[in-house]
């Protein structure tokens, strides 16, 4: 029975390989973002152990606060001192401090004075001791020499072939303060990978690395090695008690493993991520499987009739059609596997053309892999094959000699109110997960998932009954626009209202999926827009260029000196803790309300001073402040800043331009390592106008790192974040989308085959190949639209759902963006159509006519 | 003629009503049949006789409104699906007007194919005679699409033999044919009752097909209204042409 199942796929390959298809990408995308995430962490467990090979033990600054939230907090630096003492340790062999940064406070500066980057990665910079044996140096230097003194530079190969530097040559470069030039002494790379994503790399010796990040007398780090004999754990204990506070100590072995394991944390949210979106292909996989053998199962009959004459039981034949779902499944899945090595590459690559750099190092493809990617496609296959496996055991051996279709399966009487049974609990478990307050988050995450899975299922239950209206309705211009082939076209999609229904249900879900994210996003922007008009007064911002990496404060100095400016008032940024937990602290300058609106609930910001705060009001409201509180604030570097609340003001819904706690600038400057804004406000006389503009942008000259920008373009390019991100989503999504056009080819090509003796009777009576072209083509779109006109406004009811769970969402509907998925819709239908249609066209008219 | 020791099959008072109310057909109006073991018997009458639909309640694959049948004495009314499955397994072989074979599967796997799926082994020289037989010898790795008409026929009777069945139902088997092909087959039809002993009934509106059967039984309007044994195809043309007046 076995072999009879393989040779009826054999001799049913084109069937077989189609309905392969849709399951083929949702695996691929499974394997390639394990194969990804697998290379990464393999990267970064490379880079970190190369790093510190030579090193038996590591002492870092320690963060008082913990982790912080937006990035820039940083380990605070430790006095220089400490390595004196450290030396003097009877087992350390070799000791050396150097200062670092990986969170883009250095950047380089090209040619045309702008900065070298390459989408958002930021830049690196390092000391390098110039006279020492290199032992800790984790660079390879590849040409040059180490750099030396106050002028010289090494730079990541790289940036050096992307932008053409060579040894010799100057670059600039810019830390906190202005850009300088440096002459370019070395080009180095990590040792171990090929890349460390789209980052730059910028060496100095000690002195040059510690004026630039400010940091003279301190280090981030102190490397030491051990007397021979001592085991770097003993090291460890013999460190420990000299440590000051705000520092600790690890081995080398224990730091790698340390910063491994935080990448990979990062790398594992990475692979949830596109593991979702392989999940969603897969899901609609289940649709356009399900849906093709189930075609092909009613094209069968009269074979599952005659196996059953000649003896095959209901559960033989419903096994062959398992087992045909289940060789497909495997063939699909390891198919899917391999061209997941190759879909990891263009994820990759994917990341990178938006921006988003990750290191490159060897492809790793590891048996887990492997393994779930085989098991998930086979089950998955395995599954939607079930429904027409039963539906095939009601083929009554009868059929065998009984011209007549299957008959109509046992579970259409039961569709309605399946389709309204699964749509209620969808929208109960909608409910329960935005509205249940008292529920855990993941639970309610959960009840939102599954409501949003639910309301698919019974969108797809009750499609059978909406699609001859709708076929009806969306297939009226296809009468007007292809005549006598569009007539027939609208026909043939109402003929078989399940079959065009779970066709188009595939396509509904990605275009459902899309739809709400475009809901959403335009949702989100609106509410931030209106935040920012509410708040804006100012002529300009001044930010960085990206618009969201703090600046250091020198720029701010620099625009207050050009002409027309009247008031500049920066706002710094940085991280601290409050009671017990991780805030965001912003330090503003008294003119603060020249600039920003901010409506006061109770007293104001005029009189700050060195221990004065604001809060928003929710944040008074939780920790149940009022003017004239007390609230200890802990910095990053250990110290406590004991602060009197002196106002609460109220933020619009779209978001506050402060942080939870709010403090003079004069304190911040004073409490924080190396300050920064996130960004300042400038008011002009007469106003923003291109001449002002051009003035503030000279004076910045020497600050390539900051650019100003008007109320406007300061929403867009705060908005450019989201919109990549925008982007990234609907290329992930439309993964699933492809998955439903193969959906949509295989009804196509199967209706085709089915309806070969009618289409040589229609081409017989004088329809041309233009014609029989041009009536596949219309079935398609009708189809198509059908999945537009059935996911778009289910995507748009879920987004607003979700949309009120966030709460104070402005609700808006992005038109534009909806009628782009349904020409997109169209599009999809016409592509979807050029095979089947051309295959419907060559039938030879004679052969058709006597097909059976 | 009901309760004769040796029938293979027995059909006592059949009736078929397709529908109900105003719109209900009586296809069968209470037929009597016994087939006994060793016979060919050929049931003829004009379109809508109710031949087709005997048959199928014959071979189980439809069911009476009223009545009984057997297949070997066990009374097969009212079986469920499984029973009848594997009686027709063990006593049953179908012969379709259109041949009804696997595409994929080559001219030997096709006949062989009801013992695969019983999970029964192949009795070799059984199937190296049948063969020989059907003359497919030289044939049986080619696909039904390689083969003629009535050749896919010959693959089908091996088919219907291969599990010695008690008994080959045979739907209009010249049906498809032309009518030199359907004389070979007929031939061969009457050779595998005389050589092999096989039971066989077959519906079929051919005259000379009637005129190869023991006995003939001609249907009109659900009932059996004639009987006739070793008669020839004039004889039954004649009796047609009365039938369908």
Known sequence: MFRVVLKGLAGRKLRAILTAFAIILGVAMVSGTYVLTDTLKAG??????????????????????????????????????????????????????????????????????KVISHGFAGGLAFSVNPDGNQRFNPLVLVHGTWPRGAHEIGIDAATASRDHYAVGRMIGAIGRGSVHQYRIAAIVKLGGVSSIGGGTMAIFDLPTAQKLLDRVGKFDSIYVAAEQGTTPAKLVSEIRPILPAATQVRTGQGEAAKQ?????????????????????????????????????????AREFGTLRTIGATRRQVMTSVITEGFVIGVLASVTGLFLGLALAKGLQKLFDAFGFDLPHGNTVFATRTIVVSLIVGTVVTVLASTFPAIRATRVEPIAAVREGALPPSRLARFGLPAAFGTLALAVALLLFGALDHSAPTAQRLLGIGGGVVASFVGMAFLAPSLVPPLASALGWPATRIGGVAGNLARENSMRNPARTASTAAALMIGLALVSAVGVLAAGIKATFESAV??????????????????????????IRHAPGVTVVSGVRGGDGKAFGKTVQVTGVEPNVDKVIRITWVAGNAKALGSDGAFVEKSYAKDHHLHVGSPIALETPSGASLPLKLEGIFKAPSGGSPFGQVTISAALFDRSYQAPANVYAFVDVTGGVSDATTAALSSSLKRYPDAKVQTASEFKKSQEQGLNTFLNLLYVLLSLSIIVSLFGIVNTLVLSVFERTREIGMLRAVGLTRRQTRRMIRHEAIVTALIGAALGIPLGVGLALLIGSIIGSFTITIPI???VTFVIAA??????????PARRAARLNVLEALQYE | MTGNENAVVTATDLTRRYGDGEAAVDALRGVDISVRDGELVAVMGPSGSGKSTLMHILAGLD????????????????????????LRRRRIGFIFQFFNLLPMLTAEENITLPLSIAGEKVDKVWLGQLLEKTGLTNRKTHRPNELSGGQQQRVAIARALVSRPSIVFADEPTGNLDSKTSGEILMLMRDSVDTFGQTTVMVTHDARAAAIADRVLFLADGKIVQESSDISAEDVVRVMQGLDS
């Open chain 1, 44 to 113: 970064f467990g490379q880079i970190f152990t190369s790093v510190y090979k030579s090193t038996d033990a590591v002492i870092t600054g320690k963060s008082a606060i913990g982790n912080g939230q937006n990035g820039q907090l940083i380990a605070p630096s430790f006095d220089a001192s400490l390595l004196t003492k450290v030396r003097a340790l009877p087992d350390v062999a070799q000791a050396d401090g150097g200062v670092g940064d990986t969170n883009g406070v250095v950047k380089l500066v090209g040619r045309n004075g």
């Open chain 1, 533 to 558: 008009d509410k708040q804006f007064i100012a002529d300009y911002a001044l930010t960085s260029q990206n618009g969201f990496t703090p600046t250091g404060i020198d720029s701010e100095a620099a």
């Open chain 1, 260 to 300: 491994t394991s935080d990448a990979d944390n990062a790398t594992s949210f990475l692979q949830d991520f596109l593991l979702a979106f392989g999940g969603i292909a897969l899901f609609v996989g289940i649709f356009v499987i399900a849906n093709t053998l189930s075609i092909t199962v009613a094209q069968r």
């Open chain 1, 816 to 818: 534009a963006t909806l």
């Open chain 1, 826 to 835: 169209i599009f999809a239908g016409l592509i979807a159509a050029i095979f």
């Open chain 2, 63 to 86: 069911k009476p409104t009223s009545g009984n049948v057997t297949i070997g004495g066990e009374t097969i009314t009212g079986m469920d699906d499984t029973a009848l499955t594997k």
